[in-house]
């Protein structure tokens, strides 16, 4: 494994030339005859306030650069220290025990990205606005952009010299149709180009990954083990739960370690041909990471960002084939065929033009897939399919091992129509369950007793009202009753499903259970379930069909 | 005067009924084996950190009730105490110095809103999301609005309940053609009824308003002596400068006081039939104020909402009739006919369903008017045309007559075609000047010799390089030097125009001069010059055709 430089070099990024002077050597009109020069120095000061992936300067009301310099509260401010200069929003204070008069105050994420010590001298000054904000406010105008806008922007953006108000406008005024899907293979290849890009040496590289959306779905946790027993080098990173009760990285942490050091990473997918960790660490698509902490609060997932964010990551990190999961349903991110059909044609568009071989799945989205949503509940879904226990969801059995046989026959030795019988195959024999056992234990094991899972142990129980057939499950609520109850932050916390689309249920029967850590957490749950259990039930002519192509 | 209570009574914004029962209270599951039950009270601090107009909270990392509650760092939460709840952003701290593990700090604004002393005993919970997050994801969806849903997101955004991130989301969805002229209607409506109402027990109050753009046209301070002079009620009040290097309350400022309390603008209207305030204290639209933070970073300025807060602002101050300018021009906000008459129209509907009277005039956008751009500067222009000086701007001098004249003629005893002539006469008879002097008086004089106003003492002068004809000056250029200059915030800073539109010069002739009091500030504003003077010099044939509608 090879480590290819992006088009930015990690180290130089924030050592671009200096095209200002400093004021105090090229002025030369009269002298200041109303006050001494005002010094732009100060000390720099960290403080230890975390403001997530934002950059906030903080300076005394008091302080004469300040002053001086005709700052307002919000705007950006530059920061230049020994070759280095980031760019910060302004806060103001009014308090020397957060920040002094003569000093300059850096948020966590800020002081860390400026990389020097406390009370080194620094510079400020109003920041001429990030070079991209001129085809930022193209777009915002509905204009098309090029590709060096996208490349120019997006390098702004991983580079942190946008404001929340700027990132979030450039996702707002990049949303639904507004690219097109031109610009959506500019704003991938330029996604790509911020951060570094793997190249494992190898001529396949497999990984599999789902658009979201259907709580419960870690299909992931059980294809990664079956093609890495196949022999497939499947370098599988995940995130965490962006706006779910669970994303892979969450609940393959209650497994073992899932934040490692890069090398470690490459090490263990090196000697197993295969890992389950969470992707952050690794600075694939950077600008990526930055994004979604505007995307999260919004909710937004547009076709063209999705498309963008996914496969910037996956070619990033090295893989040929992909093959893409896309769940349909009521509930579902995507609702019908048409929208599925769609968002797969921009899909295979943008991968054609970045030479990455897909093959999309359109799957069964009209409930959740296994039984248990929340990280505990969900590893133990995939252990006890993994370990071939009879309590093992069927659902997420069957859908991980046709995943597994998809990527199976991207091998070329492989017949097509062979691979979900290799992937059974590999799955009943226990080679899974070994390759998987090996992978945890590389990655650094957890104390995990998947019959005894340590579930949250406040709880409660949704019955059915009537006796009929179980209509309809819906995904949102659901996974709003997971999260309200704790998850993915409480591990153990989530909602462990007893029945599923087309059972029948008699009235009093259970059809989940909640699992809470914290009273408050338990009574927000509650509440989300007396407005709405989630379940619709009715006459068997009720279940939605289902459309798939897989 | 009497005072008509909006839709919202400020008095119990913040006082709505609690869906919400005490966690403690409801708690009725299984006993938590885990811990002890997490208290949810903190003790409040006021952190010193001015967030403008976004609510910020400080919680300690090791905070109990942050580590319980599943919290991520800008999430937002909910905070309650006596029968009142804000909503904030959450920043997470490391420093007990800021605030300790059981306490809850507030940003000045936040702490100001919940009105409560240090100390106080405060609940924090996650926030549900703001009522009308439904609505504005409807929109970022391309959905159509209904009354219902503007008034619902404009009352969460006037109450503080929007992040920066959903104000910018709201204001981009809301950008270019997304909003309908009906929508715009009630966008306009939801913003009046946000906040107070006046009602000045007059059949005619007038007012006028400029979209901006063209730098130093301050003809409210001429426009409202003259009309006050004549008789006609005309209480103006003025933003400071959003991005432009002087607001009309910028500029009075260099005369008078105009941060006054409500019922001292009041009685002043009373006393002298006009006054030329500040309107941030008096809390019409108020979620206009909360919005322009965001407009303001990112430089929009969409027809929709341009229509929205000026129309609601004008309504919320009780104005009958208003005289509208829309100058164009190649730099101005407006550049073709089409998109003035466009605008326009928007207006006009607008202003019909609201019941406004309102008279649009289009105008010479082509330049500056006047000679002098920053506060100070533009006084002296002022004070020029108000004592009828030889060096008076005659472009300023002659706009401000046209505008006060059709004001005049909203006088039903005024015949059409009059207002010129009659407000001509006050100017020239110095019966506007007695009462400019008045309102300064009342409003609270400040020290100002207009022969010799105290302009910044650093200064160059830029000359032309070739001989010829002005054919052009760049208003944006123009307004960016002088910004970089110092003005607004720096009052003797700005640019003062030797030459306007068809002056013949020769080279070397100076064309204008740049006042600064700060030498970087003269850098900045040199390196902008030398970048380009704003100026072009070229044959008569060049200079732009002018359009206009007055």
């Known amino acids: 494994m090879t480590l290819l430089a992006g088009s930015q070099n990690p180290d130089t990024i924030f050592g671009m030339n200096d095209s200002f002077k400093e004021s105090t050597e090229t002025e030369s009109g009269p002298p200041n005859q109303l006050e001494p020069t005002q010094p732009s120095n100060l000390a720099l000061r960290r403080v230890a306030i975390d403001t997530y992936r934002e950059n906030v300067a903080y300076l005394h009301r008091d302080c004469a650069v300040y002053r001086a310099e005709g700052f307002q509260a919000l705007s950006k401010i530059e920061i230049r220290a020994n070759g280095r200069r980031i760019l910060a929003t302004l806060n103001v204070v009014d308090d020397v025990a957060i920040v002094g008069c003569d000093e300059l105050g850096l948020s966590e994420d800020a002081f860390v990205l400026l990389d020097l010590q406390q009370g080194h001298t620094v510079t ?13 406010r193209s777009k915002l105008a509905g204009e098309r952009l090029g590709r060096d806008d996208f490349h120019a922007i997006i390098r702004d953006i991983a580079q942190r010299r946008y404001s929340k108000i700027e990132l979030t406008a450039f996702l707002v005024a990049t949303n639904r149709d507004e690219l097109d899907r031109e610009e959506v293979y500019f704003l991938t290849d330029a996604m790509v180009a911020s951060g570094r890009k793997l190249d494992w040496q190898e001529p396949l590289v497999v990984d599999k990954h789902c658009i979201g959306g259907i709580p419960g779905n870690r299909t992931s946790m059980l294809v990664v083990p079956i093609v890495a027993a196949h022999g497939l080098l499947c370098p599988k990173t995940s995130s965490r739960a962006i706006t779910s009760p669970a994303g892979t990285a969450d609940t393959m942490e209650v497994l073992a370690n899932v934040e490692l050091p890069f090398d470690k990473l490459a090490e263990i997918v090196r000697d197993h041909r295969g890992c389950l960790a969470w992707g952050g660490s690794a600075s694939l ?9 505007v995307e999260r609060p919004l909710a937004m997932d547009s076709p063209g960002q999705m498309v963008a ?3 910037s990551k996956k070619i990033a990190a090295g893989s040929t084939h992909l093959v893409l999961d896309i769940p349909i349903g009521p509930t579902a991110k995507i609702r019908s065929m048409p929208d599925a059909q769609r968002l797969r044609r921009l899909f295979e568009y943008v991968a054609g033009r970045m030479h990455l071989s897909l093959d999309v799945v359109i799957t069964d989205g009209r409930q959740p897939v296994g039984n248990g949503i929340g990280p505990m509940l969900e590893a133990r879904d995939v252990m006890r399919v993994l370990q071939n226990d009879p309590k093992a969801p069927d659902d997420l059995r069957q859908k991980s091992l046709r995943l597994a046989g998809r990527l199976i026959e991207c091998n070329p030795d492989i017949r097509g129509g062979d691979g979900y019988a290799i992937a059974r195959d590999i799955l009943e024999s226990g080679r899974a369950l070994a390759k998987m056992n090996d992978i945890i234990a590389a990655q650094g094991q957890k104390t995990f007793d998947h019959h005894h899972p340590a579930l949250g142990p406040l709880s409660f129980e949704i019955a059915a009202d ?6 309809g499950i819906d995904n949102l609520q659901i996974a709003r009753i997971a999260g309200l109850a704790g998850a993915p932050k409480v591990v153990g916390a989530g909602v462990d499903l007893f029945h599923k689309l ?11 259970r909640v699992h809470a850590n914290y009273p408050a957490d338990l009574e927000f749950s509650r509440q989300a379930c007396a407005r709405s259990s989630g379940y619709g039930i009715g006459s068997v002519d009720n279940v939605p069909h289902v459309f798939v192509e897989f």
């Not at 009537?466 to 209509?471: E, F, L, N, Q, R």
């Open 502 to 512: 087309g059972d029948t249920v008699a009235a009093g029967d259970v059809l989940y």
């Open 466 to 471: 009537v006796s009929g057939v179980v209509t």
């Open 124 to 136: 400020v000054s109003q920041a001429e606005p990030p070079a991209s904000i001129g085809p930022l």
């Open 309 to 311: 964010s996914i496969l």
């Open 285 to 293: 698509s950077p600008a990526d990471d930055v994004l979604i902490s």
